[in-house]
Structures are given as C-alpha cells and as structure tokens.
C-alpha cells in the first residue's frame, strides 16, 4: 500500500518550499522536484485552494508557503489533493457498507484503527520536523 504518486508530488513540492524559504516560480519547482510543470502547477493550485502555498501573479510571482512549515502537516497536504484518508472506503460515511453492517463489522474496527493511528502520524509530521531532521 502507497500513497498516490499526486500525495507524493505535494509532499515533495511542500518541501521544496519550505527548504528554499523565499518564493519560487513553478518551473523552478518543478525542475527541483521532477515533476512536469503541468501536474506541478495542477497540485499548486489544490494547494492554494487549501491555504497551504500562496500565489502571486506577475514579473515577480511564483509560490511560497502559507503558513510556518511548522503548522503545516503531512496530513494537511495529502487532504488537499486526495481528501481525508481511510484505509477503506466504508470508513468514510459518503460511502458506507454495501453490506449495511458498518457498526457490527469487525473488518471495519481494525481498519477503523488503523486509519486512526496512519492519520494521527500523519498529523505528527510536519515540515518543519523535516527540515530539521534533514541537518
């Protein structure tokens, strides 16, 4: 099990921002990262859209981060462009058991836990943390 090549993407773009602390023009990112300008720029914007990176617009625009690398969180990252995170689907109450027995499954318990512990460690890393640890 992985996350999605775009988690990863966002994650790597994240970084890139947050290690270089001043703002960036997308292709620079992206070169950085090595991910096609045209996904970088797709995950940028799910990115502003969440708060995460600002935009600025011409001759010296580009991207920087929103908030501290600090406040910005693994999980804050992979919701902007997956959404909430479940180890299966029937955890997510817009689309719940075929079978009716969400309340009863023991399937659904474990992977109930699961998911649990993946998003509080997800909530746990944070930019910021990285950085540091990268010294």
Same mark, same amino acid.
């Given at each position: 099990m992985q996350i999605t090549q775009e988690s990863d993407y966002a994650i790597r773009i994240v970084y890139c921002l947050a290690k270089s602390k001043m703002r960036r023009d997308a292709r620079s990112i992206s070169e950085e990262m090595g991910? @096609? &300008?045209r996904f970088s720029l797709k +995950? &940028?914007?799910k990115l502003v859209a969440a708060g995460i990176v600002s935009s600025y617009?011409?001759?010296k625009g580009g991207y920087e981060l929103a908030k501290d690398p600090?406040? +910005?969180t693994f999980k804050d990252v992979i919701e902007a462009v997956e959404g909430s995170y479940y180890m299966i689907r029937c955890l997510n109450e817009e689309t719940p058991c075929n079978r009716g027995a969400s309340e009863t499954c023991s399937f659904r318990k474990v992977f109930c836990e699961i998911t649990e512990e993946v998003n509080r460690r997800l909530e746990e890393a944070t930019f910021a943390r990285l &950085? @540091?640890?990268e010294k």
């Open positions: 991910v @096609t &300008l +995950i &940028l914007g617009k011409g001759n600090r406040d +910005i &950085l @540091t640890q």
